[in-house]
């Protein structure tokens, strides 16, 4: 397949040199030139343009930060997708909700495109080592031609049903994470009020029944240099997402505990 990716921040970045590195004829585009610097001695083509970037393609995957995004670099002004071959695929790597994938699918479609809804989760590190897991809403055929190419940065790849599936699932998965950041930023304090050290307790923590990749996290950093991090503004906007999402549903635990670490961050800030 020839394959095109945009959006080279921390996570999509490894996950196009995955792409590259397994051989797929490539191009990659980016607003910032800094972001292009880890592909200049190739293999990958740095496309001109969004529209450069489109023409030829059978696949393109964004991995913007959100809808907004996402729109833009597909349908704004010099916009890769009205330079697509009619029939190629948009994979959507970002988490946006399920409308607004829904919405991108139908735009698509008014251009001869497919769309897979296909948020990713696991971070850098494990996008850099092809362990991401890809949660994919969409057409089942369509996932199967662009399998190979998730499979290079994705050791588990979940189709959930339709457009929108995917995000469903990914937003879920988000607001357990920050239930978990929420619950062991709690479980240390409770642990330095006991006399417990930080780094043994640590310990216990990555491999008892408590563990978790949240807790890992607060392990690792300070409370206010993680409120600081990239994880803020994304776990926000999430939380959010499936805030609205669920209105006007039972009362959730998950989000409610969620949303509380937001809250704390919002106030620590006022």
Do not use: Y
């Not at 776990?235 to 670490?261: C, F, M, R, T, Y």
């Amino acid at each position: 397949m020839r394959v095109g990716f945009v959006g080279l921040g921390d996570q999509g970045a490894p996950i196009a040199q995955r792409i590259v590195g397994a051989g797929f004829e490539c191009a990659v585009w980016a607003r910032r030139a800094e972001a292009l610097d880890p592909f200049r001695d190739g293999p990958a083509r740095i496309a001109a343009s969004l529209r450069d970037l489109g023409e030829g393609l059978d696949l393109l995957g964004t991995c913007v930060f959100d809808a907004a995004g996402a729109r833009q670099v597909l349908f704004g002004p010099d916009g890769a997708a009205a330079a697509m071959p009619r029939g190629s695929v948009i994979a959507v790597h970002s988490t946006v909700s399920p409308a607004e994938i829904r919405e991108i699918a139908d735009e698509a479609a008014d251009l001869g495109l497919r769309v897979l809804d296909a948020p990713v989760s696991g971070g850098a590190i494990k996008a850099a080592r092809g362990e991401l897991v890809t949660m994919v809403g969409g057409d089942a055929r369509t996932l199967s031609e662009c399998r190979p190419v998730f499979a290079t940065f994705a050791s588990q790849i979940v189709h959930l049903g339709d457009v929108g599936a995917g995000q469903k699932a990914k937003l879920i998965n988000n607001a357990m994470l920050t239930a978990h950041i929420a619950v062991a930023a709690d479980a240390f304090t409770l642990a330095a009020q006991l006399g417990l050290d930080r780094a043994a307790l640590a310990d216990v923590l990555r491999t008892g029944s408590g563990r978790s990749f949240g807790a890992e996290m607060v392990a690792a950093t300070s409370g206010p240099q993680l409120a600081a991090s990239q994880a803020r503004p994304t776990l926000s906007k999430d939380v959010a997402l499936l805030a609205e999402l669920i209105a006007g549903n039972s009362p959730s635990v998950l989000l409610s505990v969620a949303q509380h670490l937001i809250d704390e961050w919002d106030a620590a800030d006022a």
